[in-house]
């Protein structure tokens, strides 16, 4: 099956999905609710068995951006080298997304990181901890509207000296 | 994560009724000669035989997406150079591979061959320190001196190429810092004439080891399906049967133009890691050998017209083009301008898909500059790997997952 149809195909099922191309790179626009529904028919039935990567995008401030967070899941599959992009869009308050680890191992530490760097929750994730930054981090470093200047969290910490540690 | 005492870890996990009171928790690092670099795991362990590994990472993460945000598409190449500082110059590669992707620029020849070039010499260069690490760690000593000192070799040749040793920051929009010369030329034939013998020492030095089989062989299992779940790529799927290399699959750069061979391995544990990386460094030296003899001639950068690359300080103090196009790229309110658009670009680095996502915003600084760094998503298979082994073979394990902590925290 060539790539505009598998696109044809996917958008008759769920006639939601909008379809992009730029330098080669095919992408697709899901809805949020249908994610892991379009996720598993790429598994499953059209071989995208890699994960390669799951990231996130804050979109405050971007020209012509409708949504805050696009979340962006790369997939590739290792048989017939094909690859597509499926991008979701959250708004605020509701940073909640289906985790993907059901579907692929791989997506554990990928989506711990997108928590903790944009907090955006994974449900359904086993162990949705902070991973690159400490445990008593409040906020959320890769999100736009993080500041770039004045005192950071650094400051929040406790001090300890040797005499009072 | 805090160091929770063995008797209260969640026992439901494992068979028995008993309490697991007997249970005791090792702290593997964060500073521990094994390690190679800063990263912490908290090994829960049944005597010596390890029942739970849980990483605990974020000591090395410096921030560079965020650094990404703010620094220039050629100056961004600089903080390529620090993720994985084992191989910089397949990251430099890597990074501008997706800025030329976002801004629709095809390099020249030449800058593709060069390119090819020394992304085979970095993986070579990789693949000794790690194999070499394997051996160390598994206390063949001697074998990590055989490697290192080849290393030592490739860094001259990095040296003539771009005049720094480590962080090379190679490879600029639209071609390279510098063409190369014919020093360089003489230096890579050389290696390529000395290297097989090297590779023939240490494959007799180490393949046939009692003790190295005996700690590697049987550890760290990965099977297929396993490896395409974990989304491993690179050396460790190849290891385990998945015939994926981007050189061959997607090929960029031009190793269309170049006969070489996929090396794969069905077993998946850490004797056939160590096996793949040796066999792809031979792989290696056949491309840099066949492209070394016919580097295409013409420029090394893109043309004025692109307005990326510098031109020459020929066409600056002759040409009216040359000298607008010096002056847009060098002033701090001009740059070059990017499509409001994202992509994703990737190259087969030695530690498997190494990939950038790059968001543009019309500036020629990215909106969002995210990297898809192979040891982040390897070091996650680690528990998995690990669990039902013993303590000594974590450090194998660890050895042949190539786990680089400052691409691992970024």
């Known amino acids: 099956m060539t790539r505009p149809e598998m696109i044809q195909a996917l958008q008759s099922a769920y006639p939601e999905i909008k379809t992009s191309e730029f330098r080669g790179d095919t992408r697709i626009v899901v809805p949020r609710e249908r994610l892991r529904a379009v996720m598993s028919i790429l598994r499953d039935e059209r071989s995208f068995d890699l994960l390669v990567d799951v990231t996130c995008v804050d979109y405050l401030n971007y020209r012509g951006a409708q949504d805050r967070f696009g979340l962006v899941y790369l997939l590739a599959s290792t048989t017939s080298n094909e690859r597509i992009t499926v991008r979701v869009f959250v708004n605020e308050p509701d940073l909640t997304v289906a985790s993907m680890v059901p579907l692929w191992e791989g997506a554990n530490w990928m989506e711990r990181e997108v928590w903790d760097m944009f907090g955006i929750r994974f449900e359904g994730h086993p162990d949705l901890r902070r991973i690159l930054m400490p445990d008593e981090f409040t906020a959320f470093p890769l999100r736009k509207d993080y500041p770039l200047q004045g005192r950071g969290e650094r400051h929040n910490f406790p001090v300890l000296t040797r005499n009072k540690g | 994560m805090p160091l929770t005492p063995a008797a209260a870890l969640p026992t439901q996990d494992l068979a028995h009724d008993e309490p697991q009171d007997y249970l005791w928790t090792l702290n593997f690092g964060p500073q521990h000669p094994a390690t190679h670099t800063t990263l912490r795991i908290v090994l829960k362990l049944d005597g010596e035989r390890v029942v739970d590994a849980m990483p605990d990472i974020g000591y090395l993460h410096s921030g560079f997406e965020k650094i990404g945000e703010s620094l220039d598409y050629n100056q961004y190449v600089t903080v390529t150079d620090r993720m994985n500082?084992?191989?910089?110059?397949?990251?430099?590669?890597?990074?501008?591979?997706?800025?030329?992707?976002?801004?629709?620029?095809?390099?020249?020849?030449?800058?593709?061959?060069?390119?090819?070039?020394?992304?085979?010499?970095?993986?070579?260069?990789?693949?000794?320190?790690?194999?070499?690490?394997?051996?160390?760690?598994?206390?063949?000593?001697?074998?990590?001196?055989?490697?290192?000192?080849?290393?030592?070799?490739?860094?001259?040749?990095?040296?003539?190429?771009?005049?720094?040793?480590?962080?090379?920051?190679?490879?600029?929009?639209?071609?390279?810092?510098?063409?190369?010369?014919?020093?360089?030329?003489?230096?890579?034939?050389?290696?390529?004439?000395?290297?097989?013998?090297?590779?023939?020492?240490?494959?007799?030095?180490?393949?046939?080891?009692?003790?190295?089989?005996?700690?590697?062989?049987?550890?760290?299992?990965?099977?297929?399906?396993?490896?395409?779940?974990?989304?491993?790529?690179?050396?460790?799927?190849?290891?385990?049967?998945?015939?994926?290399?981007?050189?061959?699959?997607?090929?960029?750069?031009?190793?269309?133009d170049f006969d070489f061979q996929v090396c794969c391995s069905t077993v998946g544990d850490c004797y056939a890691r160590y096996l793949v990386r040796m066999a792809e460094m031979r792989e290696s030296l056949k491309i840099v050998a066949q492209a070394i003899e016919n580097i295409p001639a013409g420029p090394v950068n893109v043309g004025i017209d692109a307005r990326t690359a510098l031109p020459t300080k020929r066409q600056v103090y002759s040409t009216i083009e040359g000298l607008i196009s010096h002056f847009e790229l060098s002033m701090s309110n001009r740059g070059f301008e990017t499509p409001h658009e994202e992509c994703y670009s990737a190259i087969e680095s030695p530690n498997g898909e190494l990939g950038f996502y790059i968001v543009g915003n019309g500036t020629d600084v990215a909106y969002r500059a995210r990297c898809r760094p192979p040891s982040y998503i390897h070091f996650a298979t680690f528990p998995f790997l690990i669990r039902g082994h013993t303590l000594s073979d974590v450090v194998a394990v660890l050895g042949s997952l190539n786990i680089i902590a400052a691409e691992l925290d970024r």
Request: contains cysteine; aromatic residues 12%; charged residues 25%.
């Open chain 2, 85 to 256: 500082y084992i191989s910089p110059l397949a990251n430099n590669v890597a990074w501008h591979g997706a800025v030329e992707k976002l801004l629709g620029i095809e390099i020249t020849p030449r800058c593709k061959y060069i390119r090819t070039i020394i992304c085979e010499l970095a993986r070579i260069s990789d693949h000794l320190l790690c194999n070499g690490a394997v051996g160390l760690d598994t206390g063949a000593f001697t074998f990590f001196l055989y490697a290192f000192n080849r290393r030592e070799d490739l860094y001259d040749i990095f040296e003539t190429a771009c005049g720094a040793r480590f962080t090379n920051s190679y490879t600029r929009t639209g071609g390279l810092m510098y063409d190369i010369t014919p020093l360089f030329l003489e230096k890579v034939r050389a290696f390529v004439k000395t290297f097989p013998k090297t590779l023939d020492d240490m494959e007799r030095l180490l393949n046939r080891n009692r003790i190295f089989i005996d700690r590697t062989k049987g550890v760290g299992f990965l099977t297929k399906e396993e490896a395409n779940s974990r989304s491993c790529t690179g050396p460790i799927a190849r290891a385990s049967g998945v015939a994926r290399d981007l050189r061959k699959d997607e090929p960029y750069l031009s190793y269309a």
